[in-house]
Every structure is written in structure tokens, then in C-alpha cells.
């Protein structure tokens, strides 16, 4: 099944988020997500991917973000369009945290356009500054003559585990 997500809270992982041994949050988008469709799938085992990644304390907004779930030795195959449907409206009712749009199955062999998409996304911030101190107008006005911003940015510390 694919779709597109979003999400809504500042402190939901994407996937389980377990470091050492110890679970840091209580569900992950992950979770919330393939919980509920495998009620109905009914397989032995998931794989959760996205085209992306984003940190917890990131909403992810806008048109949501793509991802897969594969059903592994699933006994439910056979879904017709009502019911991938009826199964989007049964997890966007059961959570605030996130909201499901655009479900539906594909075959295997479209999974791979996913991936690809994930490589070649671009990606858009936008920033609140402030400043106790003012600012310089002189200096906003450079910032925003600037089309194209390339940002490098070290891996934050509660990832490196």
C-alpha cells in the first residue's frame, strides 16, 4: 500500500525510536499507521519506508509525505477501492497526531519510484528568527535577494546513536 502522510505533533517519531534497548516514545508514525491496516491485511510482518525522513520534533505538513508499507505473507490481498477507503478513514479517526490521503495498493514492482523520488527530492524551509538585539535591515535585504540557499548542517546528537 502507498499513500501520503502527515503529521501533526512535535514528539511522534517516524519509526519506533529505540536507542539501546529503551523505547524513547510511545508509537511512531509507523505504528499508528500499519496498526490499523493490518487489522484488515492480516500479514506475518510489514516494512514501513518513506521518501524521507523527518525528525520527531518536525511537523510534516503541506501535501504529506510519500511512503510504503509491503505486507509480508499477508491473507487479505484482494481489497477493492471502497475498502483501501474505508481503511484511510479508519486511521485518519484514529489519531490527531497523523492523517492519512491518497491510499491505495500497487504492485511490488512500483515500490521502486518511491525510492528514486527520495534521491532526487528537493527540499524547502522555511525559519523564524529573532533577535533581542534587532536586526540589520541592510543585511535582511542580501538575505533576501538570495534565490538558492545550500544549507550544511552536522547530524544532531539524538540521532548519532
Not at 87 to 92: K, R, S
Request: aromatic share 6%; glycine share 4%.
Amino acid at each position: 500500500m502507498v499513500g501520503r502522510y502527515n503529521k501533526y505533533s512535535r514528539e511522534l517519531p517516524q519509526t519506533p525510536w529505540i536507542v539501546e534497548g529503551e523505547r524513547k516514545q510511545s508509537t511512531s508514525v509507523q505504528e499508528l499507521l500499519s496498526a490499523i491496516l493490518n487489522n484488515t491485511i492480516k500479514a506475518q510482518d510489514l516494512k514501513f519506508s518513506s521518501s524521507g525522513r523527518e525528525d520527531v520534533d518536525v511537523r510534516c505538513l503541506g501535501v504529506g509525505r510519500p511512503f510504503v508499507i509491503e505486507f509480508i505473507n499477508p491473507r487479505h490481498t484482494l481489497l477493492t477501492q471502497t475498502q483501501v477507503a474505508v481503511l484511510q478513514c479508519a486511521v485518519n479517526e484514529s489519531t490527531h497526531l497523523v492523517k492519512l490521503r491518497h491510499l491505495q495498493i500497487v504492485d511490488k514492482k512500483d515500490v521502486k519510484y518511491l525510492k528514486e523520488g527520495e534521491e532526487e527530492k528537493t527540499k524547502t524551509y522555511c525559519a523564524l528568527c529573532l533577535s533581542t538585539q534587532g536586526y540589520n535591515t541592510a543585511a535582511l535585504d542580501k538575505l533576501n535577494e538570495l534565490s538558492e540557499v545550500s544549507v550544511e548542517q552536522k547530524t544532531p546528537l539524538r540521532v548519532l546513536h
